[in-house]
């Protein structure tokens, strides 16, 4: 069964990069597609990016400028870096797991989300 | 820009069905995912690609697609339904959600 475990940096101040590790355990990251989301509190989820087996990224166009996401297959782990962060990228983050067709198929695993507080 | 619509609130008494609804202009070109949030919990996918239903997720709960309106059923609702519930679909490799609803069974 495979077991998503994310951790990193609760509290950034404005303007440091939020860095963020997705250990993937059950399975190869070489397999399958990956994604992280966030949550602002109270509000709904949005997607950040993704990264394919193949260590190919895709970033949602309105983070795309400062979004890093890189999977590193020695660690079997993929990893978040979202630059100059703001208040506005307070949220509770999730890394996630789809099948190797692709995200149509759904995120089926979950990490166990991460908040992330940007404060001065 | 694509964009996904639900009702923010459905009410349901326990025993009955719940529909919830997602709606999206092309939405019916496209494959919608639905998932399940508990407070303080990681979403749980409940549908995908409109209609099937992941392992472990109950019989009770099924998708359907009809032009441009994807829909959750819950049948037999039960206390332990109760969450919000995001639509999810893909539009030009970008992930999109609906703002989500929040399912009360009273």
């Known amino acids: 069964q495979v077991q998503l475990q994310q951790w990193g940096a609760g509290l950034l101040k404005p303007s440091e990069t939020l860095s963020l590790i997705c250990g993937v355990y059950?399975?190869?990251?070489?397999?399958?597609?990956w994604s992280w989301f966030r949550q602002p509190p109270g509000k709904g989820l949005e997607w950040i990016g993704a990264?394919?087996?193949?260590?190919?990224?895709n970033y949602n166009p309105s983070l795309k400028t400062r979004v890093t996401i890189s999977l590193d297959t020695s660690e079997n782990q993929f990893s978040l870096k979202l630059r100059s962060v703001t208040a506005a990228d307070t949220a509770v983050y999730y890394c996630?797991?789809?099948?190797?067709?692709?995200?149509?198929?759904?995120?089926?695993?979950w990490g166990q989300g991460t908040l992330v507080t940007v404060s001065s | 820009s694509f964009e996904l619509t639900q009702p923010p609130a459905v009410s349901v008494s326990p025993g009955q069905t719940a529909n919830i609804t997602c709606s999206g202009d092309?939405?019916?070109?496209?494959?919608a995912c639905w998932y399940q949030q508990k407070p303080g919990q990681s979403p749980v996918l409940a549908i995908y690609?409109?209609?099937y239903r992941p392992s472990g997720i109950p019989e009770r709960f099924s998708g359907s697609h009809s032009g441009n309106t994807a829909t959750l059923t819950i049948s037999g609702t039960q206390a332990m339904d109760e969450a919000d519930y995001f639509c999810?679909?893909?539009?030009?490799?970008?992930?999109?959600f609906g703002g989500g609803t929040k399912l009360t069974v009273l």
């Open positions: 996630a797991r789809a099948p190797p067709l692709g995200p149509d198929w759904g995120f089926e695993y």
């Open positions: 059950g399975e190869s990251v070489s397999v399958y597609y």
């Open positions: 990264i394919d087996q193949g260590g190919s990224p």
């Open positions: 092309k939405l019916g070109d496209k494959y």
């Open positions: 690609q409109n209609t």
């Open positions: 999810q679909a893909w539009d030009s490799n970008t992930g999109v």
